[in-house]
């Protein structure tokens, strides 16, 4: 009956996600599965949020924090969020509810980098880790677990809780065991050795997570499917973007600084960076690898067809036909991709030794090249730094990538000043939006200032720009970094049109 799980020590723990959401207690710091909506438990947050909210019923308070990989879905921080039972969330994530919660001061939310969040847990940044709840596939004879769509921090939630609720998906692909490699070797310092990855197939690890059996306090049976939410087909822009990526990179081949397979690419969430390797479909390169953190339908889609020899990730983060797909050719792919863990998909050593292509998305980027990827008008949390800077301040290449405006032209992305840093200056190399590419390397800032309005901004907001630089260059102070502080934030609508 209960064909996932071998090690009757763990069925004997077999148990309703109700059961098990009775055994976390208020107050409790929770480590979750879970990254780009793939692997994140189905049951047990839904029965921990319908506790909260019973528990708030008869006036009693209830909040856990909550830690996971990165973005989950609405059947996690969506439901914990509406319940008002998150106390803290940490890092990534995405949800509507959670975001709303988190900029009305409800809600208490750290944004580190991806590649950190397991390193500061254990160097003991964060505390104590109470209970580890995280969705696999199966569980072998001894105890040992198949991870499921993504791996994130699942081993060191594992590791580090002192409790754990281990939710066995038995709608996700039993075929996916043998894809994901575990690395154990992770010390802290002072006995870190080097991470024995040199391309970006290498496997150095295991295929499943270590677990301690007499941790394990609940054992729930799910058969839901991932969020897999659907991609927007690629539109005139960002097909412009891809176009402009492209060229670029067809250009550094010719100059030598790219070989004809290029190197690892990484690719961000969204619309425009699943364009961006759709686009990659028809261009010139073959053999090519990928070292990323989150796999969309884009990469999977160059799998297929060749174009893609290998890719690395954490995760994989697809629509529901993605999805189908993958399944329907699981043992194609599973030659192809291997799932590691968060801290070495997106470790910073393994980054720069491999000389990753890195591709991200941004909200809006000043004219020096300083990009903010989190905040609306300074204030407002969108989603979160992610791996980004993991991947830009290590990669060999580093763009990033938007429309030139917002909310139907009324917002530009690039702007006098960014109203919050996530990247600075000296971590972008090249800016793209649909008006066109700069490429930022070995430029002053003035220089850069000139490449950045002239390429990227879009002509409605060209002049604006280009007077207040003018204006700058007589009035500011300093001619380095010219700025006029008290007027680089009142210079376009974008105020207004953020507010709203
Ligand atoms: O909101 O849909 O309500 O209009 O921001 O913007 O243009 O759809 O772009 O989906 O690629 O997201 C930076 C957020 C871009 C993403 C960001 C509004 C815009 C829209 C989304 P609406 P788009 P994308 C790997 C790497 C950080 C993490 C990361 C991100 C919404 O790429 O989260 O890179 N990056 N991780 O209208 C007001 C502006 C705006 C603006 C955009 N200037 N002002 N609103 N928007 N620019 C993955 C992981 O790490 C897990």
Not at 77 to 101: F, W
Not at 409 to 429: L, Y
Not at 437 to 465: E, V
Request: hydrophobic share 40%; net charge negative; with cysteine.
């Amino acid at each position: 009956v209960h064909s996932r799980i071998h090690s009757p020590a763990l069925a004997d723990k077999l148990m309703t996600a109700e059961e098990a959401a009775e055994l976390i207690p208020s107050g409790a710091t929770i480590g979750m599965s879970g990254f780009t909506g793939a692997g994140y438990p189905k049951a047990v947050p839904q029965a921990l949020a319908k506790r909260i909210e019973a528990e708030h019923a008869r006036g009693r308070p209830f909040k856990v924090s909550v830690w996971t990989g990165a973005s989950t879905a609405p059947e996690l921080d969506g439901a914990l969020a509406k319940a008002d039972g998150i106390e803290m969330r940490l890092p990534y994530q995405s949800d509507p509810t959670c975001r709303e919660r988190i900029n009305a001061g409800q809600m208490e939310y750290i944004d580190i980098h991806l590649s950190h969040v397991a390193q500061h847990v254990w160097f003991g940044f964060l505390g104590k880790l109470d209970v580890a709840v995280v969705e696999v596939v199966g569980i072998h004879a001894d105890g040992s677990l198949i991870p499921s769509t993504s791996i994130g921090n699942n081993k060191t939630w594992l590791d580090q809780a002192d409790k754990i609720i281990i939710e066995v998906n038995t709608r996700q692909d039993a075929r996916l065991a043998g894809m994901h490699d575990v690395y154990y070797g992770t010390q802290i310092p002072p006995h870190r050795k080097p991470i024995p990855i040199l391309s970006a197939g290498d496997r150095i690890g295991e295929a499943s997570l270590r677990c301690d059996p007499s941790k394990v306090i609940a054992v729930v049976e799910t058969d839901a499917p991932d969020r897999n939410s659907a991609f927007a087909a690629p539109d005139a822009t960002s097909e412009a973007i891809a176009g402009h990526i492209i060229d670029f990179l067809g250009h550094e081949v010719k100059k030598g600084r790219l070989p004809a397979s290029l190197l690892p690419l990484q690719s961000g969430v969204g619309n425009v960076a699943n364009a961006v390797m759709a686009g990659l479909q028809t261009s010139p390169f073959e053999e090519m690898t990928a070292y990323t953190e989150v796999l969309q339908d884009g990469m999977l889609n160059l799998l297929r067809s060749g174009k893609l020899a290998f890719a690395s990730a954490t995760a994989l983060s697809l629509s529901p036909a993605g999805n189908e797909a993958f399944e329907r050719d699981l043992s194609f792919y599973r030659d192809r991709i291997v799932l590691r863990p968060q801290e070495i998909s997106n470790h910073p050593e393994v980054i720069r030794r491999l000389g990753v292509i890195a591709m991200n998305g941004l909200i809006e980027a000043d004219i020096y090249g300083n990009v903010n990827s989190t905040h609306i008008g300074g204030t407002r949390i969108m989603n979160g730094i992610g791996g980004s800077g993991d991947f830009a301040r290590n990669a060999y290449l580093s763009f990033f990538m938007t429309p030139s405006t917002a909310k139907h032209g009324t917002i530009s992305a690039i702007v006098p000043m960014v109203t919050h840093v996530d990247h600075t200056e000296h971590d972008v190399q090249v800016i793209v939006t649909e008006q066109g590419l700069a490429d930022l390397r070995g430029l002053s800032p003035k220089k850069r200032a000139g490449q950045i309005i002239a390429n990227c901004a879009h002509p409605s907001f060209r002049p604006a720009l280009s007077a207040y630089y003018d204006a700058a260059m007589h009035r500011s102070p300093g001619l380095h970094t010219p700025h006029l502080m008290s007027e680089a934030f009142d210079w376009i609508p974008n105020w207004k049109a953020a507010q709203g």
